[in-house]
């Protein structure tokens, strides 16, 4: 099972084979009542295949572009097989492998959450976090996390989501799970949640309690975190002091984008985008039965919500009101 199992056994998403097509338009008779009134995505999404595990998606802005991170193996393995690809708006894939690994020089092993500062692509890799010119993909350098690695793995944790505040500074967040051979997953504790200072990482909260922090989103100087061991959104304080958000009514949290006055939150175990007010006191579900959506990013130009399907090996355009 090379691609279809990151991060979590996809049972309680994807059990009995009952996971709708990812590349069908959701339609309201496919939702419950509740749902449907809901609903706010327009018109049929954009189903693009191909991929190999994609994890997260961002849209350049100046280019014009969209970019996807593909796993290509187990996300703890320092494989150098990684890679990202370029799609245009209009779904057309431009660069399957616009920056690969272990070509021209670059090392991307399993590369996860991304974000653009500049010029500069900032992305999530098993043992780093790697920097790329945003213009021509060349490698720009890497920032190294402490890891222990075994038998050509990483263990005790998942280097999993990068964000930016609004000065430019980074954070990384770092999942407290080991992935077996047989792709079981054990939870060890080792989670925490990075900000960089001139390239190296200062610890802003760690321990247990973070339930798994995966992705992350800056606003001000707090940021904000979805953990893929719970259904409790949380943010952080300068100091690392964490205060509950909202609970969602699904867990299996990944991605995390702000749009306004909302932030969209993925679930990749069961198949939810929600929509969250930005201090939390509303969470509407505007999609459901999707095929484990991860870390998800937005055109804003278009007003498009851009979901990598983990287990699906697509990645969906989805038109928003």
């Not at 990812?22 to 991929?51: C, K, M, N, Q, Y």
């Not at 930016?164 to 949640?193: C, N, S």
């Not at 893929?228 to 699904?250: D, E």
């Not at 991605?255 to 939390?280: A, H, K, L, N």
Request: charged content about 15%.
């Amino acid at each position: 099972m090379r691609r279809a199992t990151l991060f979590l056994t996809a049972t309680l998403a994807l059990a009995a084979g009952c996971a709708p097509d990812a590349s069908a338009p959701l339609s309201p008779d496919e939702l419950t009542s509740e749902h449907a009134r809901r609903l706010s995505p327009a018109g049929a999404p954009i189903v693009v295949p191909g991929f190999a595990t994609p994890e997260s998606a961002v849209h350049d802005e100046i280019a014009d572009v969209y970019l996807v991170s593909n796993v290509n193996g187990h996300p703890q393995g320092l494989s150098n097989d990684g890679f990202i690809s370029r799609i245009a708006p209009d779904g057309s894939l431009l660069d399957r492998e616009w920056i690969q690994g272990g070509r021209d020089g670059v090392t991307l092993h399993a590369p996860t959450g991304m974000v653009l500062v500049g010029d500069v692509l900032y992305v999530a890799d098993a043992d780093a976090v790697r920097l790329f010119d945003r213009v021509t993909g060349a490698p720009l350098g890497a920032w190294p996390v402490p890891v222990t690695v075994e038998e050509g793995m990483v263990r005790g944790f998942l280097l999993n989501d990068v964000c930016a505040g609004p000065r430019g500074e980074i954070y990384l967040t770092q999942t407290g799970i080991d992935i077996t051979p047989e792709f079981d997953i054990l939870r060890t504790g080792q989670d925490a949640v990075y900000r960089f200072r001139n390239g190296t990482p200062v610890t802003v909260a760690s321990g247990p309690d973070l339930m798994g922090p995966n992705g992350c989103w800056a606003v001000g100087a707090n940021v904000f975190i979805t953990p893929l061991l719970s259904n409790q959104v949380y943010r952080l304080n300068p100091s690392g002091k964490r205060f509950h958000v909202a609970t969602l009514p699904a867990g299996g949290l990944d991605g995390i984008v702000r749009v306004g006055g909302f932030f969209y939150i993925t679930s990749v175990f069961d198949g939810f985008v929600f929509r969250m007010t930005t201090g939390g006191a509303q969470v509407t579900p505007i999609l459901e039965g999707l095929v484990s959506p991860a870390d998800l990013g937005f055109d804003a130009t278009r007003n498009r919500l851009l979901i990598p399907s983990l287990f699906g090996d697509v990645f969906t355009i989805q038109p928003l009101q």
